[in-house]
């Protein structure tokens, strides 16, 4: 039997979805349902309520991820400002 998360970690867990960008969603939907295993897909698809294509999607996008991370996400000299 496949493990289901309680109620509180997956209200949780829609929050941190629904505060990521497109992209992110669909590989954090994958990582989650890889975490389960056999059933975890469709589990994982009805707690976050997207298309289990989204996360066959995103397990892809998650074998190719390259090695290191980009070199800058924000601008340089982007630091923030102290009042």
Avoid at 18 to 34: F, G, P, Q, T
Avoid at 38 to 53: A, H, M, R, T
Avoid at 68 to 76: A, G, M, S
């Amino acid at each position: 039997m496949m493990t289901r998360y309680d109620s509180e970690i997956e209200e949780q867990m829609r929050a941190f979805y629904r505060s990521l960008h497109e992209n992110d969603r669909r590989r954090y939907a994958a990582l989650e349902a890889k975490k389960l295993g056999y059933g975890g897909v469709e589990y994982v698809s009805q707690v976050l309520g997207c298309d289990p294509k989204t996360i066959r999607a995103g397990r892809e996008e998650l074998d190719h991820l390259p090695d290191k991370p980009q070199e800058w996400v924000r601008q340089r000299g982007g630091t923030a400002k102290l009042s």
